[in-house]
Protein backbone atom coordinates (compact mmCIF):
# COMPACT_ATOMS: atom_id res chain seq x y z
CA UNK A 1 0.00 0.00 0.00
CA UNK A 2 1.44 3.33 1.07
CA UNK A 3 4.95 2.18 2.41
CA UNK A 4 7.72 4.39 4.25
CA UNK A 5 6.43 7.88 3.82
CA UNK A 6 9.17 10.40 3.66
CA UNK A 7 9.67 14.05 5.44
CA UNK A 8 7.81 16.77 3.53
CA UNK A 9 9.39 17.88 0.41
CA UNK A 10 9.05 21.31 0.80
CA UNK A 11 8.85 23.00 4.20
CA UNK A 12 10.85 25.95 3.22
CA UNK A 13 10.21 29.43 4.93
CA UNK A 14 11.75 31.09 2.04
CA UNK A 15 8.73 29.81 -0.63
CA UNK A 16 6.56 32.63 -0.73
CA UNK A 17 2.87 33.05 -2.17
CA UNK A 18 2.23 33.13 -4.91
CA UNK A 19 -0.59 35.72 -5.98
CA UNK A 20 0.07 36.00 -10.22
CA UNK A 21 1.76 34.81 -13.03
CA UNK A 22 4.47 37.40 -12.79
CA UNK A 23 4.90 35.93 -9.68
CA UNK A 24 5.14 32.06 -10.31
CA UNK A 25 8.09 33.47 -13.22
CA UNK A 26 9.96 35.06 -10.26
CA UNK A 27 9.36 32.10 -8.03
CA UNK A 28 10.53 29.53 -10.20
CA UNK A 29 13.85 29.20 -9.16
CA UNK A 30 13.34 29.75 -5.75
CA UNK A 31 10.60 27.11 -5.48
CA UNK A 32 11.67 23.69 -4.37
CA UNK A 33 10.57 21.62 -7.45
CA UNK A 34 10.56 17.68 -7.75
CA UNK A 35 12.47 16.75 -11.15
CA UNK A 36 10.37 16.01 -13.80
CA UNK A 37 11.21 12.28 -14.72
CA UNK A 38 8.89 10.25 -15.87
CA UNK A 39 8.20 6.94 -13.92
CA UNK A 40 7.80 3.85 -15.37
CA UNK A 41 4.03 2.87 -16.85
CA UNK A 42 2.21 1.25 -13.85
CA UNK A 43 4.65 2.02 -10.78
CA UNK A 44 3.17 4.04 -7.94
CA UNK A 45 2.06 7.94 -9.20
CA UNK A 46 0.02 8.91 -5.76
CA UNK A 47 -0.52 7.21 -2.84
CA UNK A 48 -3.17 8.33 -0.64
CA UNK A 49 -3.58 6.29 3.02
CA UNK A 50 -6.74 7.32 5.06
CA UNK A 51 -7.05 10.75 3.80
CA UNK A 52 -9.83 12.54 6.08
CA UNK A 53 -11.67 15.78 4.77
CA UNK A 54 -13.67 17.80 7.40
CA UNK A 55 -15.20 21.26 6.40
CA UNK A 56 -15.98 23.57 9.45
CA UNK A 57 -18.71 26.07 8.73
CA UNK A 58 -19.62 27.84 12.18
CA UNK A 59 -20.48 24.57 14.28
CA UNK A 60 -21.15 22.48 11.93
CA UNK A 61 -18.40 19.70 10.43
CA UNK A 62 -18.65 18.14 7.38
CA UNK A 63 -17.05 15.25 6.97
CA UNK A 64 -16.43 15.17 2.74
CA UNK A 65 -13.80 12.75 2.33
CA UNK A 66 -13.55 9.48 5.52
CA UNK A 67 -10.62 7.73 5.70
CA UNK A 68 -9.74 6.98 1.93
CA UNK A 69 -7.43 5.11 1.00
CA UNK A 70 -5.91 4.87 -2.61
CA UNK A 71 -3.28 3.88 -5.05
CA UNK A 72 -2.75 5.76 -8.37
CA UNK A 73 -0.38 3.62 -10.88
CA UNK A 74 1.49 5.50 -13.48
CA UNK A 75 -0.41 5.86 -17.06
CA UNK A 76 -3.75 4.39 -15.29
CA UNK A 77 -7.07 6.08 -16.45
CA UNK A 78 -9.47 6.15 -13.79
CA UNK A 79 -13.32 6.93 -13.65
CA UNK A 80 -14.27 8.28 -10.13
CA UNK A 81 -18.24 8.13 -10.29
CA UNK A 82 -20.97 9.00 -7.19
CA UNK A 83 -23.63 10.83 -5.97
CA UNK A 84 -23.63 14.69 -5.67
CA UNK A 85 -21.96 15.63 -2.67
CA UNK A 86 -19.99 11.95 -1.83
CA UNK A 87 -17.01 13.65 -2.12
CA UNK A 88 -15.25 13.21 -5.65
CA UNK A 89 -14.70 16.73 -5.84
CA UNK A 90 -12.69 17.03 -2.16
CA UNK A 91 -10.72 14.23 -3.46
CA UNK A 92 -9.54 15.44 -7.09
CA UNK A 93 -8.66 18.58 -5.05
CA UNK A 94 -6.50 17.16 -2.87
CA UNK A 95 -5.11 14.87 -5.08
CA UNK A 96 -3.90 17.55 -7.51
CA UNK A 97 -2.74 19.96 -4.56
CA UNK A 98 -5.59 22.79 -4.54
CA UNK A 99 -6.61 20.93 -1.23
CA UNK A 100 -5.36 19.76 1.94
CA UNK A 101 -6.77 16.60 3.72
CA UNK A 102 -7.45 17.34 7.55
CA UNK A 103 -5.92 14.49 8.05
CA UNK A 104 -4.34 11.21 6.39
CA UNK A 105 -1.15 10.92 3.94
CA UNK A 106 -0.91 12.07 0.37
CA UNK A 107 2.97 11.02 -1.30
CA UNK A 108 3.14 12.25 -5.00
CA UNK A 109 6.09 9.54 -6.10
CA UNK A 110 8.43 9.95 -3.46
CA UNK A 111 7.56 13.80 -1.87
CA UNK A 112 4.96 13.90 0.62
CA UNK A 113 1.64 16.57 -0.58
CA UNK A 114 -0.26 16.39 3.06
CA UNK A 115 1.17 19.26 4.85
CA UNK A 116 2.84 20.97 2.28
CA UNK A 117 2.83 24.82 2.23
CA UNK A 118 1.23 26.90 -0.29
CA UNK A 119 4.33 27.45 -2.38
CA UNK A 120 4.99 23.84 -2.41
CA UNK A 121 1.70 23.02 -3.62
CA UNK A 122 1.88 25.78 -5.94
CA UNK A 123 4.87 23.73 -7.61
CA UNK A 124 3.20 20.70 -7.31
CA UNK A 125 0.13 21.65 -9.67
CA UNK A 126 2.52 24.02 -12.07
CA UNK A 127 4.78 21.44 -13.08
CA UNK A 128 2.96 17.97 -12.52
CA UNK A 129 -0.64 18.16 -12.77
CA UNK A 130 -3.12 19.21 -15.85
CA UNK A 131 -6.81 20.63 -15.03
CA UNK A 132 -9.40 20.20 -16.74
CA UNK A 133 -13.31 21.63 -15.11
CA UNK A 134 -16.73 21.59 -16.60
CA UNK A 135 -16.43 25.41 -17.58
CA UNK A 136 -13.23 25.75 -19.93
CA UNK A 137 -12.06 29.09 -18.63
CA UNK A 138 -10.65 30.48 -21.50
CA UNK A 139 -8.97 33.88 -21.82
CA UNK A 140 -11.36 35.67 -24.25
CA UNK A 141 -9.33 38.08 -25.84
CA UNK A 142 -6.41 35.29 -26.69
CA UNK A 143 -7.08 32.94 -29.49
CA UNK A 144 -6.99 29.19 -28.91
CA UNK A 145 -2.79 29.33 -29.68
CA UNK A 146 -1.79 32.21 -27.42
CA UNK A 147 -4.62 30.21 -24.44
CA UNK A 148 -2.19 27.13 -24.56
CA UNK A 149 0.85 29.00 -25.15
CA UNK A 150 0.02 30.95 -21.69
CA UNK A 151 1.25 27.89 -19.86
CA UNK A 152 4.28 27.29 -21.26
CA UNK A 153 6.08 30.46 -20.02
CA UNK A 154 5.90 29.13 -16.79
CA UNK A 155 6.20 24.76 -17.45
CA UNK A 156 9.66 23.86 -16.95
CA UNK A 157 9.29 21.37 -20.34
CA UNK A 158 6.48 22.39 -22.56
CA UNK A 159 5.40 20.44 -25.71
CA UNK A 160 5.38 23.05 -28.68
CA UNK A 161 1.90 24.99 -28.35
CA UNK A 162 0.97 23.50 -31.99
CA UNK A 163 1.46 20.05 -31.30
CA UNK A 164 -0.98 20.10 -28.46
CA UNK A 165 -3.74 22.11 -30.46
CA UNK A 166 -3.20 19.50 -33.18
CA UNK A 167 -3.39 17.17 -30.23
CA UNK A 168 -6.92 17.71 -29.75
CA UNK A 169 -8.16 18.48 -33.91
CA UNK A 170 -7.93 22.14 -33.64
CA UNK A 171 -4.90 23.20 -35.48
CA UNK A 172 -7.22 24.62 -38.30
CA UNK A 173 -8.23 26.56 -35.34
CA UNK A 174 -5.59 27.77 -33.48
CA UNK A 175 -5.56 32.01 -34.45
CA UNK A 176 -9.50 31.65 -33.74
CA UNK A 177 -10.96 33.33 -30.38
CA UNK A 178 -13.32 30.83 -28.27
CA UNK A 179 -16.24 32.79 -28.71
CA UNK A 180 -15.85 31.37 -32.46
CA UNK A 181 -15.97 28.01 -31.08
CA UNK A 182 -18.14 25.86 -29.65
CA UNK A 183 -18.37 24.41 -25.84
CA UNK A 184 -16.93 20.91 -26.77
CA UNK A 185 -13.76 23.02 -28.76
CA UNK A 186 -13.61 25.58 -26.09
CA UNK A 187 -13.13 22.22 -23.81
CA UNK A 188 -10.32 20.78 -25.98
CA UNK A 189 -8.62 23.84 -25.91
CA UNK A 190 -8.85 23.86 -22.08
CA UNK A 191 -7.72 20.01 -22.44
CA UNK A 192 -4.69 21.33 -24.74
CA UNK A 193 -3.77 23.67 -22.36
CA UNK A 194 -3.44 21.32 -19.46
CA UNK A 195 -1.54 18.93 -21.37
CA UNK A 196 0.68 21.40 -22.93
CA UNK A 197 3.18 21.06 -20.14
CA UNK A 198 3.92 17.42 -20.02
CA UNK A 199 1.70 16.80 -16.58
CA UNK A 200 2.14 13.74 -14.80
CA UNK A 201 -1.39 14.10 -13.99
CA UNK A 202 -4.77 14.92 -15.69
CA UNK A 203 -7.13 15.38 -13.03
CA UNK A 204 -10.79 16.56 -15.04
CA UNK A 205 -13.73 17.18 -12.91
CA UNK A 206 -16.87 16.85 -14.88
CA UNK A 207 -15.02 17.52 -18.13
CA UNK A 208 -18.19 17.01 -20.30
CA UNK A 209 -20.98 18.07 -17.67
CA UNK A 210 -21.61 21.03 -19.80
CA UNK A 211 -21.92 19.43 -23.33
CA UNK A 212 -24.23 17.47 -25.47
CA UNK A 213 -23.37 13.48 -25.99
CA UNK A 214 -21.89 13.92 -29.35
CA UNK A 215 -19.45 16.96 -28.24
CA UNK A 216 -18.86 14.72 -25.04
CA UNK A 217 -17.61 11.78 -27.08
CA UNK A 218 -15.25 13.97 -28.85
CA UNK A 219 -14.16 15.37 -25.71
CA UNK A 220 -13.78 12.07 -24.41
CA UNK A 221 -11.62 11.13 -26.98
CA UNK A 222 -9.14 13.92 -26.68
CA UNK A 223 -8.77 12.83 -23.22
CA UNK A 224 -8.62 9.00 -23.88
CA UNK A 225 -5.84 9.47 -26.59
CA UNK A 226 -3.47 11.78 -24.57
CA UNK A 227 -3.52 8.98 -21.63
CA UNK A 228 -2.90 6.34 -24.74
CA UNK A 229 -0.08 8.33 -26.87
CA UNK A 230 1.44 10.42 -23.91
CA UNK A 231 0.97 7.88 -20.96
CA UNK A 232 -0.82 10.28 -18.40
CA UNK A 233 -2.13 9.65 -15.90
CA UNK A 234 -5.74 10.62 -16.17
CA UNK A 235 -8.13 10.73 -13.19
CA UNK A 236 -11.85 11.84 -14.51
CA UNK A 237 -14.74 12.86 -12.08
CA UNK A 238 -18.23 11.80 -13.33
CA UNK A 239 -22.15 11.64 -12.71
CA UNK A 240 -22.36 9.58 -16.27
CA UNK A 241 -22.05 5.98 -15.46
CA UNK A 242 -21.53 5.41 -19.19
CA UNK A 243 -18.15 6.59 -19.36
CA UNK A 244 -16.97 4.22 -16.37
CA UNK A 245 -16.24 2.21 -19.82
CA UNK A 246 -13.32 4.37 -20.95
CA UNK A 247 -11.18 3.43 -17.60
CA UNK A 248 -8.44 0.83 -16.32
CA UNK A 249 -10.20 1.58 -13.16
CA UNK A 250 -13.81 3.25 -12.10
CA UNK A 251 -13.96 4.07 -8.35
CA UNK A 252 -16.78 4.82 -6.24
CA UNK A 253 -17.54 7.45 -3.49
CA UNK A 254 -20.59 6.77 -1.42
CA UNK A 255 -20.98 9.67 1.56
CA UNK A 256 -17.02 10.07 1.33
CA UNK A 257 -16.15 6.05 1.65
CA UNK A 258 -14.56 4.37 -1.22
CA UNK A 259 -17.47 2.00 -1.72
CA UNK A 260 -16.32 0.27 -4.90
CA UNK A 261 -13.74 -0.87 -6.90
CA UNK A 262 -13.95 -2.43 -9.98
CA UNK A 263 -10.94 -3.11 -13.44
CA UNK A 264 -12.43 -3.31 -16.53
CA UNK A 265 -10.70 -6.14 -18.42
CA UNK A 266 -11.74 -4.50 -21.53
CA UNK A 267 -12.22 -1.23 -22.41
CA UNK A 268 -14.35 0.84 -24.55
CA UNK A 269 -13.47 3.70 -26.45
CA UNK A 270 -15.32 6.88 -26.24
CA UNK A 271 -17.28 6.44 -30.00
CA UNK A 272 -19.04 3.42 -28.41
CA UNK A 273 -20.12 4.73 -25.22
CA UNK A 274 -23.90 5.56 -25.72
CA UNK A 275 -26.02 7.47 -23.07
N1 LIG B 1 -15.74 24.47 1.10
C1 LIG B 1 -16.65 23.69 1.67
N2 LIG B 1 -17.19 24.02 2.88
C2 LIG B 1 -18.09 23.22 3.47
N3 LIG B 1 -18.53 22.05 2.95
C3 LIG B 1 -18.04 21.68 1.76
C4 LIG B 1 -17.07 22.47 1.06
N4 LIG B 1 -16.76 21.84 -0.09
C5 LIG B 1 -17.49 20.71 -0.13
N5 LIG B 1 -18.25 20.62 0.99
C6 LIG B 1 -19.14 19.52 1.33
O1 LIG B 1 -18.40 18.32 1.25
C7 LIG B 1 -19.20 17.28 0.71
C8 LIG B 1 -18.50 16.71 -0.53
O2 LIG B 1 -18.50 17.73 -1.53
P1 LIG B 1 -17.88 17.47 -2.98
O3 LIG B 1 -18.01 18.75 -3.73
O4 LIG B 1 -16.55 16.88 -2.84
O5 LIG B 1 -18.88 16.38 -3.57
P2 LIG B 1 -19.05 15.87 -5.07
O6 LIG B 1 -19.21 14.40 -4.99
O7 LIG B 1 -17.96 16.40 -5.91
O8 LIG B 1 -20.43 16.56 -5.46
P3 LIG B 1 -20.96 17.05 -6.90
O9 LIG B 1 -21.10 15.82 -7.73
O10 LIG B 1 -22.29 17.66 -6.58
O11 LIG B 1 -19.98 18.04 -7.44
C9 LIG B 1 -20.56 17.88 0.44
O12 LIG B 1 -21.41 17.60 1.53
C10 LIG B 1 -20.27 19.36 0.35
O13 LIG B 1 -21.40 20.12 0.74
Same mark, same amino acid.
Given at each position: ?????? +?????????? $???????????????? +??????????????????????????????? %??????????????????? %?????????????????????????? +??????????????????? $??? /????????????????????? *???? $? =?????????????????? =?? /??????????????????????????????? *????????? +????????????????????????????????????????????????????????? %??
Amino acid at each position: MCGSFQ +RPLWTSPAAG $HVTSLTDLKTTTHRTP +RIPPVKPELGSPVLQAHQLRKVYRTGEVDVV %ALADVSLDVAAGEFIVLLG %ASGSGKSTLLNILGGLDVPTSGTLQF +RDHRLDGAGEAALTAYRRE $HVG /FVFQFYNLIPSLTVRENVALV *TDIA $H =DPMDVDEAVAMVGLAPRA =DH /FPAQLSGGEQQRVAIARAVVKRPDLLLCDEP *TGALDVHTG +RLVLEVIERVNREIGTTTIVITHNAAIAGMADRVLQLGDGRLVREQRNTAKVSPAEL %AW
